[in-house]
């Protein structure tokens, strides 16, 4: 099993989600959204699997560089 996760060094949920894997010794890549962000076939094959965009997206998150990306992505 491949694990990746999807954030920013400086979002709390992505922080959580790290120490979670590490805690149990689970092998998993982080991308930073803010230096590389997804290929296209990445975002197809994540939002396949969480049912869309909506799934995807912490549309309450507190970084206002990613509500950037996330209201062109809305517009797609």
């Given at each position: 099993m491949n694990i990746q996760i999807f954030g920013t060094k400086k979002c709390n949920d992505t922080k959580k989600a790290e120490r979670f894997f590490k805690e149990r010794g689970i092998k998993y890549q982080f991308i930073d959204m803010k230096?590389?962000?997804m290929s296209k076939g990445e975002f197809n094959s994540?939002?396949?699997?969480n049912g869309g965009l909506q799934g995807m997206i912490n549309w309450?998150?507190?970084d206002k560089d990613l509500h950037i990306h996330n209201s062109f992505l809305q517009n797609l």
């Amino acid at each position: 099993m491949n694990i990746q996760i999807f954030g920013t060094k400086k979002c709390n949920d992505t922080k959580k989600a790290e120490r979670f894997f590490k805690e149990r010794g689970i092998k998993y890549q982080f991308i930073d959204m803010k230096e590389k962000g997804m290929s296209k076939g990445e975002f197809n094959s994540v939002a396949q699997v969480n049912g869309g965009l909506q799934g995807m997206i912490n549309w309450d998150g507190k970084d206002k560089d990613l509500h950037i990306h996330n209201s062109f992505l809305q517009n797609l």
